[in-house]
Nanobody, 121 residues
Framework: QVQLVESGGGLVQPGGSLRLSCAAS????????MGWYRQVPGKERELVAT???????NYKDSVKGRFTISRDNVKNTVYLQMNSLKPEDTAVYYC???????????????WGQGTQVTVSS
């Protein structure tokens, strides 16, 4: 089993900051990609940011310069530092990883349960 536990969501005023964390645990041999996605009611889940094993990053255009994704490979944890938050950033944020549970195993995607981020005055 692989579990992802997210934390750090909440209510923040426009212009404020939040830091999301997502810790992976369980039967994990290796993790390749890690990322954050978000979803609002009635819309499809969208990519926010991803980071590879070598720390190459990719961001949704609207968050570039405001959000920073990072990872701790020892703790199997991915972070999302969100600055200059806007009301349109309001969503449920999900972390995701691609992991192998054993050497030579098939890479599989795993998802967290989601954490609500609300940006409002």
């Amino acid at each position: 089993q692989v579990q992802l536990v997210e934390s750090g969501g909440g209510l923040v005023q426009p212009g404020g900051s939040l830091r999301l964390s997502c810790a992976a645990s369980g039967s994990i041999f290796s993790i390749s990609a890690m990322g954050w996605y978000r979803q609002v009611p009635g819309k499809e889940r969208e990519l926010v940011a991803t980071i590879t094993t070598g720390s190459s990053t990719n961001y949704k255009d609207s968050v570039k310069g405001r959000f920073t994704i990072s990872r701790d490979n020892v703790k199997n944890t991915v972070y999302l530092q969100m600055n200059s938050l806007k009301p349109e950033d309001t969503a449920v944020y999900y972390c995701a990883i691609t992991a192998r549970r054993r050497a030579g195993g098939t890479p599989t995607d795993y998802w967290g349960q989601g954490t609500q981020v609300t940006v409002s005055s």
